[in-house]
Each structure stands twice: as structure tokens, then as C-alpha cells.
């Protein structure tokens, strides 16, 4: 069932479940629409904001990490907004958990609230949302910054991992708040009313917050992609030297290595029963190298 606080004439109904029991009270109290409770019902539903004559249904998604704290995950928000009452649904961000418990922890040792309608309720609870959402970008922000500190390092194992996962990060991010951008600007320009008057100033404050959240993405997206280029380039480069080297020796033992093994098969050949044919072919070979090695650094190729 559903916990409730009550804050002066406002009651905020909270339940992590969707069970039938819960569904069918909302049914039955506040005759919620049949495609509400439905959405209720589903997961991965879209952002968006449903009117009503007397209430409006809002799904809002928002980002968390995971337990390893690497991944970036998404959690709906589900919310029904009526003049007296707020109610949150189903497995929330942690966010509103942790909201709902500190409100009712104020509400048992009775402490005044500064809480007076619906609405600045629901502002209170996004205003949190996006706080936290906040903090999460400019963590992504910091990861971005330790990659790009990384990158000239020896051993590249663990900037490609981080790189990957942080990509990965920022395209998730960009899918949870790039549809949302519209939603709250309806709430800002007043197109979704609400029931408190003189609350454009509040929902334009949290319309600077997804601003400002939605432009980081951005920034650090086209970082992310403009350190990937470098990466590779590096990378690339890094292969090339190695791949260069290589073959100089190469170029270098091939006429040595011919020598050995011309002078190690079982035919007559020049000077091989003289008993100075070793050290000539030594000094031979000595020659052979440092003619080649001259020859490379001649041409700047070594």
C-alpha cells in the first residue's frame, strides 16, 4: 500500500510497488484515466506529460550509476499531480525515496514546512532531481578530463576501457534528456498551468538546470569524440613506429641472414675450406650492417 505525508493541506501518497492493490486504489480514489494506470503497469514508457481536467500524469526519466558506480543507468519517474495531492509510483530514482523519507521524518518531529501547494512540492521533488543530475554530468565531466591526462601514457589498456565506457555514458545521457527538453519547457512558458499562481520563475529554474545539464552533454560528447580522433591517431602513429622498426631489422638481417645460409649448405663455395673464411665473412657482415645502418639514417628512415 501506499505511504502518505501530509504537509499542511498537501498529502504525498508514495509506493515503490505497482501492484494491483495499489492500482486499483488509485482507480477507485482518484479515478484516475485506464491508460494511466496501464502506464503504471509498463516500464520504458516515453517522457511526457498528460493533462487532465483535474490532475496531470508526468513519466520522466533520470540518470544513476550503478553499483560499480562505472554505468550510467536510466530510472522513470512517475508522478500524478493534483491540486492537494502528489503520488509517486513504482521503482523510482532514489532521489524521491530519499525525498519522500526526509519529508516524513520532518512531518514525525513536526517541523514546519515551507511546502504550501502541489506545486512547489513537485518543484521541490525536480528541483532535487536535477541537482543530482547535476552532480552525475560533472562526474562525467571529471572521467573526461582523467582520459585526456591518460592519453599519452605507455600502456593504453585502461584509457580505450574508460574511453568506451564514458562514450557510452554520454550516449545514454544524451537519450534521457534530449526528449525532455520540450516537456519542461512547456512548464516554463506556462503552456501546462498548474494550480499555484507565480510559478514561472520556479519552473524556469529548473528549465536553467536542464539547460545547463543538456549543454554539458553536449560539450562533453564533442570532447569525447575529439579525444577518441586523437586517441586513434596516437595509436595509429604508435603502430606505425612500431611496425617501422621492425622492418628496418628486417631490411637489415636479410642479407645477413642470406650470407649464414648460403655458407651453410653442402656446395663448394669461395673461400669456405680458407681458414680465415670465418672472420672474412664476419668482417663481411660487419661491413654489410653498418653500410645499411648509414644508408637508413642518410635517407631518415631510422
Request: glycine share 4%; proline share 2%.
Given at each position: 500500500m501506499?505511504?502518505?505525508?501530509?504537509i499542511?493541506?498537501i498529502r504525498w501518497?508514495?509506493?515503490?510497488?505497482?501492484?494491483?492493490?495499489?492500482?486499483?486504489?488509485?482507480?477507485?480514489?482518484?479515478h484516475?484515466h485506464?491508460l494511466?494506470?496501464?502506464d503504471?503497469?509498463s516500464?520504458?514508457?516515453?517522457?511526457?506529460?498528460?493533462e487532465y481536467d483535474?490532475?496531470y500524469f508526468?513519466?520522466?526519466?533520470?540518470p544513476?550509476?550503478d553499483?560499480?558506480?562505472?554505468f550510467?543507468?536510466?530510472q522513470?519517474?512517475?508522478?500524478?499531480?493534483?491540486?492537494?495531492?502528489?503520488i509517486?509510483?513504482?521503482?523510482t530514482?532514489?532521489?524521491?525515496d530519499?525525498?519522500?523519507?526526509?519529508v516524513?521524518?520532518q512531518?514525525?518531529?513536526?517541523?514546519?514546512?515551507q511546502?504550501?501547494?502541489s506545486?512547489a512540492?513537485?518543484y521541490?521533488?525536480?528541483?532535487?532531481?536535477m541537482?543530482?543530475?547535476?552532480?552525475?554530468?560533472k562526474?562525467?565531466?571529471?572521467?573526461?578530463e582523467?582520459?585526456?591526462r591518460?592519453?599519452?601514457?605507455?600502456?593504453p589498456?585502461?584509457t580505450?576501457?574508460?574511453?568506451?565506457i564514458?562514450?557510452?555514458?554520454?550516449?545514454?545521457?544524451?537519450?534521457?534528456f534530449?526528449p525532455?527538453l520540450?516537456?519542461?519547457t512547456?512548464?516554463?512558458s506556462?503552456d501546462?498551468?498548474?494550480?499555484?499562481e507565480n510559478?514561472?520563475?520556479?519552473?524556469g529554474?529548473?528549465?536553467?538546470?536542464?539547460?545547463k545539464?543538456?549543454?554539458l552533454?553536449?560539450?562533453?560528447?564533442?570532447?569525447?569524440?575529439?579525444?577518441s580522433?586523437?586517441?586513434?591517431?596516437?595509436l595509429?602513429?604508435r603502430?606505425?613506429?612500431i611496425m617501422?622498426?621492425?622492418?628496418?631489422?628486417?631490411s637489415?638481417?636479410?642479407?645477413?641472414?642470406f650470407?649464414?645460409?648460403?655458407?651453410?649448405?653442402n656446395?663448394?663455395l669461395?673461400f669456405?675450406?680458407?681458414?680465415?673464411a670465418f672472420?672474412?665473412?664476419?668482417?663481411?657482415?660487419?661491413?654489410?650492417?653498418?653500410?645499411?645502418?648509414f644508408v637508413?639514417?642518410?635517407?631518415r628512415?631510422?
Open positions: 501506499f505511504d502518505v505525508v501530509k499542511g493541506n501518497y508514495h509506493s515503490s510497488e505497482t501492484s494491483e492493490e495499489n492500482l486499483k486504489f488509485l482507480l477507485d480514489e482518484f484516475f485506464p494511466d494506470i496501464e503504471c503497469r516500464i520504458n514508457q516515453r517522457s511526457k506529460i498528460d483535474d490532475y508526468l513519466i520522466l526519466h533520470f544513476y550509476l553499483k560499480s558506480q562505472s550510467v543507468r536510466t522513470e519517474v512517475k508522478v500524478f499531480w493534483g491540486e492537494d495531492y502528489l509517486t509510483i513504482g521503482k530514482h532514489w532521489t524521491v530519499d525525498t519522500f523519507k526526509k516524513k521524518s512531518e514525525q518531529d513536526k517541523e514546519a514546512f511546502i504550501g501547494t506545486d512540492l513537485l521541490e521533488l525536480l528541483d532535487r532531481l541537482k543530482e543530475s547535476l552532480t552525475l554530468i562526474r562525467m565531466g571529471a572521467v573526461v582523467l582520459i585526456s591518460q592519453m599519452f601514457e605507455k600502456r589498456e585502461r580505450i576501457e574508460l574511453m568506451s564514458t562514450r557510452k555514458n554520454i550516449i545514454l545521457l544524451n537519450t534521457i534530449k525532455q520540450r516537456l519542461f512547456r512548464l516554463e506556462g501546462i498551468e498548474g494550480y499555484a510559478m514561472e520563475e520556479y519552473w529554474n529548473i528549465l536553467d538546470y536542464y539547460q545539464v543538456w549543454d552533454t553536449e560539450d562533453y560528447d564533442e570532447l569525447i569524440a575529439g579525444l580522433r586523437t586517441f586513434d591517431s596516437l595509429g602513429n603502430t606505425n613506429e617501422k622498426m621492425l622492418t628496418l631489422i628486417s637489415i638481417l636479410l642479407p645477413l641472414t650470407i649464414t645460409g648460403l655458407y651453410g649448405m656446395v663448394n669461395p669456405q675450406n680458407n681458414p680465415n672472420l672474412f665473412l664476419i668482417i663481411l657482415m660487419i661491413g654489410i650492417l653498418a653500410f645499411m645502418i637508413f639514417k642518410k635517407r628512415w631510422m
